[in-house]
Structure formats: structure tokens, C-alpha cells
């Protein structure tokens, strides 16, 4: 997420057109400050909106959206707009900002750390220590106690549907290396209520074809290959869809 230093930049003065818009429905009574790319940049960019207090100017909200990525030109318009992301703010009474966040990695392995609840008095400083889980834990929660073999990683996704951006329940999805789809060395696995799967034990450095079967009906395969932390990456497939 962009923060307040790319916000103010000259470069990102020079490369977005800024508008101002006045919010409806569950946005009414904001004000919104929208950020666009130029035209024919020809990069990876980001646009979105900064939303306002329409009376007191006070920050509310910030909505990104991410532009020209050649990896969702694929997926429906619909789904396209929710990859992005949200930064909300919260204002103290001496005038300092709260920024709420969220981990990405926790949040794609529905995982919600436990709040730290601190009492302080007026005039008088607390001292708290938060932690995020570290990378085995996490695999081990995700993969429900699994002991991960060397050399192997997990795949966290969802399926959705083409036609309308909607989770899929209950989707097989099978990723296959080593061979054909019917030879390969292979998991599977189903996905949960809100289409989401995790598939545990897949290999580094080794390309896979991930494919989701929906209501019987086989989607595009789509391959991909894990790195090891701090190795160059290589892209993730966009959601399946049929």
C-alpha cells in the first residue's frame, strides 16, 4: 500500500491525475480525493481514492486499486476491481492517527492473532509488544499440523467465478508436476465455504500446473513455480474461473 511519502512525491504528482468526488450510499457525507494513472505509461500502477470528512477534512479511508498487470488482462472486470487493497484511519484525541492494517499473509490463511488488550492513565506511558507468527508456524497452522518436507512450500488461492467475481464451495483443485495430468506426481485438495483452498507439500524451484474443477467442468491450467524466501519470485496465477 502506498503511504503518505508516494502519496506527496513529485513522481507520483507527475504520473496520476487527481479529481475530487463527493460520496453516495455507504460513502455519503465523504469527500474523495480520486488518484489515475496517466494514460500509456506503460507500467504496473496503482490507482484509487483518499476518502475525507466532507465537513471536518478528517482522514476516513484509502482505496487502491491496482492497474496494468498483465497477469489479470484474463480475469472479468469484475473480479479485476477487487484486487487492491484498504488502509483505514482513525484519529486519537490528541491528534495523532491510528492507521489499521492487516497482514496479508494472515489474513490469506484465515488466521486472526489474538488482540492485546492494554489499560493505561492519564499522563502515564505503556510499553506493549506485538508478534506475528513466524513463517513454520504459520505453515503448520495452515497445513493443521503437517510437518513440511524440505524443500516444499504451500499454495494458498481462490476460486471464483468468471461471470460474477463469487466464490466457489466445494471446487476440486489439483496441482500436477512431473509429467502429464494423468502421469504427473500430484495433491488435491476441495475448496472451503468462501472458495478458498490451501494445498500443502508443493516443491520449490519446480513448475506446477494448478487447474479447479467447478461443478464437474475443468478451468484453464495455469503454472506456476515456488521460490525459497529471499530468491526472485515468480508470479502467481490470478483466481481460477469458469
Not at 123 to 138: K, M
Request: charged share 25%.
Amino acid at each position: 500500500m502506498p503511504d503518505s511519502e508516494v502519496l506527496l512525491s513529485d513522481l507520483f504528482l507527475d504520473t496520476h491525475c487527481l479529481t475530487v468526488v463527493s460520496g453516495k450510499d455507504e460513502d455519503s457525507g465523504l469527500m474523495g480525493l480520486v488518484f489515475r494513472h496517466l494514460e500509456n505509461r506503460g507500467v504496473t500502477d496503482i490507482s484509487g481514492v483518499l476518502w475525507l470528512d466532507e465537513k471536518s477534512a478528517r482522514l476516513k479511508r484509502l482505496d487502491v486499486r491496482y492497474e496494468n498487470m498483465p497477469a489479470l488482462d484474463r480475469v472479468r472486470s469484475r473480479v479485476r476491481n477487487q484486487i487492491g487493497g484498504q488502509v483505514v484511519f482513525e484519529g486519537l484525541p490528541t491528534g495523532a492517527w491510528l492507521v489499521r492494517y492487516r497482514t496479508a499473509l494472515l489474513d490469506s490463511l484465515g488466521m486472526t492473532p489474538a488482540p492485546a488488550h492494554v489499560e493505561t492513565q492519564a499522563g502515564e506511558e505503556a510499553l506493549v509488544q506485538l508478534w506475528v507468527p513466524s513463517r513454520g508456524d504459520l505453515i503448520e497452522v495452515a497445513c493443521e499440523g503437517q510437518v513440511a518436507a524440505e524443500g516444499s512450500a504451500l499454495i494458498v488461492g481462490t476460486a471464483l467465478s468468471a461471470e460474477d467475481g463469487q466464490p466457489h464451495p466445494d471446487a476440486a483443485v489439483q496441482i500436477v508436476w512431473d509429467g502429464s495430468n494423468e502421469g504427473g506426481r500430484r495433491l488435491r485438495t476441495k475448496t472451503a465455504e468462501d472458495g478458498s483452498f490451501t494445498i500443502c507439500g508443493v516443491p520449490l524451484e519446480t513448475p506446477v500446473r494448478v487447474r479447479v474443477f467447478i461443478r464437474g467442468e475443468l478451468g484453464p491450467a495455469e503454472t506456476l513455480r515456488l521460490s525459497r524466501p529471499g530468491a526472485s519470485t515468480h508470479p502467481a496465477p490470478p483466481p481460477q474461473r469458469l
